[in-house]
């Protein structure tokens, strides 16, 4: 028999305005089989960390609001002796053994830096799911082959982890602000860059409920579709042809489904937000904070 899996985890949410979410989504950590050594939650009010807030082994840590900030406040009070830091997002149940599986492939490939597991069903394309709807899915039978990897892939913010001693000082781009619309493609590219590998594990299931509730508003999130992907490709972290069809499908859709719109989607925001983006990269002004005065 294989030896079992250890390593220091850290285990980490970056969370706001969804308390009672994340109170319930975080009972999936006590089934899980390689437990995480510490846990941080990142948050504006301890309000917003629900149980958590006073839960034993637990660290609060209290900031400024924006995914970005929250995220890198994790980052620079890691536990000494940690290993990898895992971030799942407060609406996203993972399977037991997400975090033994995600370690196994860290274990088993030293030149790999980011582990993205596999989501079996997001609720951030429709309108979003329970907990215990959730639940019942990663409790249930997989259907198909899970026993493989796929490289290179980008980190995915709702369950991703990362070899710290391959992070080193990279820290997420608080100019992303708010939801930090594309700040795991940011900084899982930078992090390629330093000669890290990026995957994606079949084994590591999880489920993302896509909660709406604490969302940007339309017009916020339509203009970071489009400010943000430029803005990236100059920093060098995004092609261009990623960027012409991250921005081609998103505002295609927008526009589409405007006129019926999902009763879950602010589809007529996003398409305010993405004129008045196109309006400020033609003009030159790349500026993703503006997203956060909208």
Known sequence: MP?????NVCLVYATLGRAEVLSRTYDAVARQTLAPSSIIVSTPTAADAGRLADAPGVTLL?????????????LRNLPEGTEFIVFFDDDFVPHP??????????????????????????GIKGPGLSV??????????VPGDIDW???????YGCNMAFRVDMVGDLV???????????????????????GAKLVKAGRALGVHMGVKRGRVSGVKLGYSQIVNPVYLN??????VHQVVDHIFRNMASNLA??????????????????????????????????????
């Open 149 to 155: 990897v796929e490289e290179p892939y980008s980190p």
């Open 234 to 239: 100059r920093k060098g972290t995004m092609r």
């Open 62 to 74: 209290l900031g400024p609001a924006g995914s970005a900030h929250q995220r890198n406040r994790a």
């Open 132 to 141: 215990d709807e959730a639940m019942a899915l990663v409790e249930a039978p």
């Open 257 to 294: 489904k405007s006129a019926s719109p999902e009763p879950y989607i602010d589809r007529l925001g996003r398409l305010q937000g993405n004129v008045v983006g196109m309006f400020d990269v033609l003009r030159g002004r790349l500026t993703p904070e503006k997203a956060a005065r909208l």
């Open 3 to 7: 030896e079992p899996v250890s390593a």
């Open 97 to 122: 053994r997400w975090i033994e599986e995600a370690v196994a492939v860290f274990r088993s490939r030293p030149e790999v830096g980011a582990v993205t597991g596999n989501v079996l069903v997001d």
């Open 172 to 194: 997420f781009d608080e100019r992303l602000v708010l939801y930090g619309w594309l700040e795991d493609r940011d900084f899982g590219a930078a992090l390629a860059r330093r």
